[in-house]
């Protein structure tokens, strides 16, 4: 790894992005390119710039770390995926590594661990917190069972910008938002609505809710208010 990684940076944080580029740029291996703090901005960053690596944390304010993943390993797959969060929910963590992520730093270990990790995913290994570790690879183990469920329904018939309105609906979000967060029309959010509903049997947000639970493609404790 001698020559020198890039490296983008999607945190909604500035103090915490202002942490991690200190704790990189230590290190003459690595060059923070850039820092986004929305999703979608870093989406555009990682077309744009094309790093190594993106360090990605879970919570975001407009589309989550694991969307974010899912997005960047699909169109970029040549970059690697760094989780970098305090997200409390081993849930997340696991599906971002379905997603394509290949290491997870916890933020309270992450002067400590972050380049430990980092040296570990551009090598093309995998790396695992220890204070998580345990519990991902347990939760990891229940993906191939519900994989195997999803696949038996009519959600794989949907396309990935279907999949990726349908989550964003069944999480609260409105035909506006999601316009706005996907840089499409409302008009085509709606086409999108009807599409899912015919492809799923499904004929009210609330069944799409509750479908989208079933598969876990949502927590279901942000609904209960």
Known sequence: ????????????????????????????????????GTGRKGLKMARELKPNLAVVDISLPDINGVQVTTEIRAHLPEIKIMIVSMHSKIDYIAEAFQAGATGYVAKDSASDRLIQGIDSVLKGECFLDSSVSHQVVEKLMQFPVKNAKITDVDYGALTPREQEVMRLLAEGSTPKEIAHMLCISPKTVENHRSNIMKKLGVHSTMDLVRYAARLGLIDVELWKE
């Open 1 to 36: 790894m001698s020559q020198t990684k890039n490296i983008l940076i999607i945190d909604d944080h500035p103090l915490f992005r202002e942490g991690l580029k200190s704790i990189l740029e230590r290190d003459k291996r690595f060059r923070v390119v850039g820092e986004a």
